[in-house]
């Protein structure tokens, strides 16, 4: 009979342990989802980061070369329009591009852009600041 009792006690205590195991295995698997998670948000965050600073670095070339030509007609040197208007244009586009990307780095970071007007919005916002639009989560 004692034996018999020991071999249950056992056999519980083993469920148990099993059971313990494999929960702290579900919860070890979730906390590394959890970092791999965080860690891709900081990678994706310093991507971000580094292709801003190369296009603020292009974009204060670009407005050298442009300030460069418009002094040159002001002394005296009429430049090249098409050149001018060529880096004009190459402007444009990298300050699109900066835009876009100082916005993806807001929204990893967790702000809110309206919908309905554009408006930045801080993340515990439910309506809109600028609008009092419903703010969508992604
Ligand atoms: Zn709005």
Known sequence: ????????VWSR???RTKKTAAEAAEAA?????IVGQKAEETLACAKLRSSIRELKGEIDNQLKAAGELVYATHKGTPSDSEALQTILERLDALNRD???????????????????????????????QECGQPLSRL
């Open 1 to 8: 009979m004692a034996i018999q009792f020991n071999k249950e």
């Open 13 to 15: 205590l083993l469920h």
């Open 29 to 33: 698997k979730t906390g590394a989802a």
């Open 98 to 128: 900066l835009s876009d990307a100082e916005r993806e780095l807001k929204i990893l970071k967790g702000a809110l852009f309206c919908d309905v007007c554009g408006a930045e919005n801080a993340a515990t916002n439910v309506y809109c």
